[in-house]
């Protein structure tokens, strides 16, 4: 979610995430979470098709190493986030952990699916038409 740039895109930032907040809080709660489901979409009022078609995504971060250089990695497609983007990439992260064994970091514990499944999943993304980048930061 793009919230502009500034303090005013800081501040609409905090306030979104803070609204995210009161509502998984409002929805761990039987009283609130009753209220809630008369006034949140039901299971199948979601985004029609010609809605989820026109969606994007771009995520972009910036990485500050302990040497100093700073990354900026880019993820992105020309797909519905919530549904169809999330769809693909949840199911190209089974895939990878399925069929790409060989190719998988040698790591344990609870991992991220960078570290996890790396460049396996990085690649399946890319031929899924997603943009996978990662650079030097310019400025």
Known sequence: ????????????????????????TG??????????????PKPGEGPSEKDRAAGRLMMSLRA?????????SRVGAHKDPGYDGTAVMI????LALAFDADRLP???????PATGIGHALADRLAAQGFTVDVAPATS
């Open 106 to 112: 040698q790591r344990a514990g609870v991992l991220t």
């Open 1 to 24: 979610m793009v919230t502009g740039k500034g303090r005013k895109g800081q501040a609409l930032a905090y306030a979104v995430a803070a609204a995210l907040g009161v509502l998984l």
């Open 64 to 72: 500050h190493t302990t040497s100093g250089t700073v990354y900026v």
């Open 91 to 94: 199911g190209q992260a089974a």
């Open 27 to 40: 929805l761990s709660k039987a009283p609130t979470r009753l209220l809630l489901d008369r006034i949140l």
